[in-house]
Each structure stands twice: as structure tokens, then as C-alpha cells.
Nanobody, 113 residues
Framework: VQLQASGGGLVQAGESRRLSCVASGIFFSLNDMAWYRQAPGKQREWVASVSITGHGDYADSVKDRATVSRDNAKNTIYLQMNNLKPEDTAVYYC????????WGQGTLVTVSS
């Protein structure tokens, strides 16, 4: 199993960023998938998830600023983040929502104020 997240970078507060994650080695369309993040010095936390039917759920911290989606043909999930805040600075990872696989390397999003 490989989980390859990309799209991170340095952004200004208020800007947007779209993250992508390609999952290989799994039956992607049969899995609820999720985004997680880990800020410096903090534990990894759940950010958003997308069910096999495409239904999205969001942590309160990103609700109304984030949109999660998936493309089963590309084994890819996306996280569109708008109005980014400095507290969104973290390494973002994708994984299954339940019974996570080993974590990939993630993608770093740094939001400057």
C-alpha cells in the first residue's frame, strides 16, 4: 500500500490550497478515505473524510472552509482548503478512515500570517 499526498506548500493566510492523495495497492473504491494532519508538537488529528458514496464529513476546525472529494477512477482523494489560517499549518496525510494503513510521508502546508 502506498499513500502519496501532494499539493502542500507555503501560502499566505486567506489563500486556498488543493491537496491530492493517490492511494495504490488497495481497493480504493471500497474504502472510506480521510485526511488527517499533524501540526508541530501535536498529535495527528482527523480533518475530513469521504465515504464510498462521496459523502463528506469535516472536523469543526475546517468546516465551511474545506471540501473533500474523491475520484475512484484515479484512486485519488482531494482536499480543497479555503481561507487558510496559520493554525492550519501541518503535515497533511491521507489514509483509510477506519483501520489505517501505514502512514505515507504526507505533504506540508505552511500558512503564514
Amino acid at each position: 500500500v502506498q499513500l502519496q499526498a501532494s499539493g502542500g506548500g507555503l501560502v499566505q493566510a486567506g489563500e486556498s490550497r488543493r491537496l491530492s492523495c493517490v492511494a495504490s495497492g488497495i481497493f480504493f473504491s471500497l474504502n472510506d478515505m480521510a485526511w488527517y494532519r499533524q501540526a508541530p508538537g501535536k498529535q495527528r488529528e482527523w480533518v475530513a473524510s469521504v465515504s464510498i458514496t462521496g459523502h463528506g464529513d469535516y472536523a469543526d476546525s475546517v468546516k465551511d472552509r474545506a471540501t473533500v472529494s474523491r475520484d475512484n477512477a484515479k484512486n485519488t482523494i482531494y482536499l480543497q482548503m479555503n481561507n487558510l489560517k496559520p493554525e492550519d499549518t501541518a503535515v497533511y496525510y491521507c489514509n483509510r478512515l477506519y483501520a489505517q494503513f501505514s502512514w505515507g510521508q504526507g505533504t506540508l502546508v505552511t500558512v503564514s500570517s
